[in-house]
């Protein structure tokens, strides 16, 4: 796992997001068993959990998240056109490892655990993300990721692919 600081000369950060996403396979193939079943977080995760998934070699198809339904912000957001939750596999009693691209302040993860479960009640969960940059306001952490960065609240970080699949990390704000 490498650690990122913003450059204080420049005041950016670079991030190989390929490089990232191969230390991100190196994780989940330590963290998986036969029986595990990956479920992306839309949309970032859901590219993360597709490539590995194709990477890896398994079976069936991966899973995606929605976290739209069980936000707590849902009032001010509203219902987004945007993926909807589909999860090719039982849930019940599933070894289910969450992927997903940024990990904040938790409260994405809370919102898809709730959405997971609301399709059964799988024997573990577990997450591994490509970025983890702190900030959490509710007592998660994930089980792997790939890079730790500190960024301001006032900037964001997102995953971006581009029309080959290829990975690339974007800053914004701040």
Known sequence: MSTAEPSALSGSLVLDAEALYRELLRGV????????RLAGIASG?????????????LAGAPG?????LHRDDFAQRGLSAGTQTLLPFDVNGADVLVLDDVLYTGRTLRA?????FDYGRPASVRLAVLVDRGGRELPV??????????LPAAQSLALARDGGGRFHLRLEGG
């Open 29 to 36: 193939r330590g963290l998986r068993t036969d029986g595990t």
């Open 45 to 57: 995760g859901a590219w993360l959990a597709e490539r590995l998934h194709q990477e890896l070699g």
């Open 112 to 116: 898809v655990l709730n959405e997971l």
């Open 141 to 150: 952490q994930a089980d792997f990721a790939a890079a730790r960065v500190s």
């Open 64 to 68: 995606v998240l929605s976290s739209v």
